[in-house]
């Protein structure tokens, strides 16, 4: 079994920053793409940023010169640094992984979703 936990997130003016950060465990033999997704309310589920297993980035244009994301490859974690927040960042954010267990095909996990509020 493979769990995702997500850590990070709360709430912060607008033109503050914050940091995410998402950690799996179990049985992992290889993590390929990880990123983050936020869902706003009553919105659809959006990509933020996706990075690849080696180092290939993509951003949404929204937060594109704002946000950066980074992994480590030993700690099976991905991180999202959010800088010049605005009012409209303001989501549930879930990180995403897609993991390979040691047979088999890779599948997709999602973390538990933290919530991120700017205010104005």
């Known amino acids: 079994q493979v769990r995702l936990v997500e850590s990070g997130g709360g709430l912060v003016q607008a033109g503050g920053s914050l940091s995410l950060s998402c950690t799996a465990s179990g049985t992992i033999f290889r993590i390929n793409t990880m990123g983050w997704y936020r869902q706003a309310a009553d919105q659809q589920r959006d990509m933020v940023a996706l990075?690849?297993?080696?180092?290939?980035?993509n951003y949404a244009g929204s937060v594109k010169g704002r946000f950066t994301i980074s992994r480590d490859n030993v700690k099976n974690t991905v991180y999202l640094q959010m800088n010049s927040l605005k009012p409209e960042d303001t989501a549930v954010y879930y990180c995403y992984q897609l993991i390979r267990p040691p047979n088999g095909p890779p599948s997709a996990y999602w973390g538990q979703g933290t919530q991120v509020t700017i205010s104005s």
């Open positions: 990075i690849t297993s080696t180092g290939g980035t």
